[in-house]
C-alpha cells in the first residue's frame, strides 16, 4: 500500500527548484525520494513543468539576392523544420 505525502510549501519549492535545474521526473524523484508519479502529479498541479527551449536557426545570407518566392524549399524548410511538416512538400505545387 503506498503512503500518503503531505506536500508542504518547502516541498513545493524544492520540487519548483529542481524543475528549474533541468532534472527529469525520474531524478527529482530521486532526490525527494518520492514515487515519480506522486512528483510528476504534484509538479504539473503547481506548474512546475520544464519549458523547453527552441533553437536558434541562423542562416547566413548575403543582401543582393531576391526574396525566396513562396514554398521555396529553403524557406520552406526552415519554417517547418521541427514541425510534424518536417520533410514534407510545399502545399501548393510551386517547385515540380
Same mark, same amino acid.
Given at each position: 500500500?503506498q503512503t500518503r505525502v503531505v ?60 526574396? $525566396?518566392?513562396?514554398? $521555396? ?24
Amino acid at each position: 500500500m503506498q503512503t500518503r505525502v503531505v506536500w508542504t510549501t518547502a516541498l513545493d519549492a524544492r520540487l519548483r527548484a529542481l524543475r528549474r535545474a533541468g532534472l527529469s521526473w525520474e531524478q527529482v524523484a530521486l532526490e525527494l525520494t518520492l514515487g515519480c508519479s506522486k512528483v510528476r502529479e504534484r509538479g504539473r498541479r503547481i506548474g512546475a513543468v520544464r519549458r523547453r527551449t527552441l533553437a536558434c536557426v541562423v542562416v547566413a545570407e548575403s543582401g543582393d539576392r531576391p526574396a $525566396h518566392p513562396p514554398g $521555396h524549399p529553403t524557406s520552406w524548410g526552415l519554417l517547418t523544420d521541427g514541425t510534424v511538416l518536417a520533410g514534407q512538400p510545399y502545399p501548393y505545387p510551386v517547385f515540380l
